[in-house]
């Protein structure tokens, strides 16, 4: 079992987030010490990790929320959850050649103005 902290410490969530997570159903039944203190699973770190992956590739909360739900529903409900990842991996895949795309770019510039910076350092030597 895992403390609030120990499970932010873990994902780098904040305790408020976590909190959020439960309230808006991504995360369920969070079990409480007799103290009323929460208490995480593996089970809720896998469920953590999921969101997080989710989330940081660019799902929103609104659609990773569905998708918890359907997991809630049943074995019924996989292949709705089959199609709503096989579109998100499509939509990281285009974002993904996008940004490749911005690196290349990046990259020309990087070396175009690094060249103009060594060409212009190498001037100034000759002053000096």
């Not at 990281?92 to 060594?118: A, C, D, G, P």
Request: hydrophobic share 30%; net charge neutral; charged share 35%.
């Amino acid at each position: 079992m895992y403390s609030i902290q120990d499970v932010s410490k873990k994902t780098g969530l904040s305790a408020h987030t976590l909190r959020y997570y439960e309230k808006e159903g991504l995360l369920s039944h969070v079990d409480r010490s007799p103290g009323g203190f929460r208490q995480y699973t593996e089970e809720d770190m896998e469920a953590l990790g999921l969101i997080c992956c989710l989330k940081n590739t660019g799902m929103s909360l609104q659609e990773i929320t569905r998708f918890v739900s359907l997991t809630h529903e049943g074995d019924q409900t996989l292949k709705k959850r089959v199609e709503l990842l096989r579109e998100h991996r499509e939509n990281v895949i285009r974002r993904m050649q996008e940004m490749q795309k911005y690196l290349e770019k990046v990259t020309w510039k990087l070396n175009y103005f690094s060249e103009k910076l060594h060409a212009y350092e190498a001037g100034e030597e000759e002053k000096k």
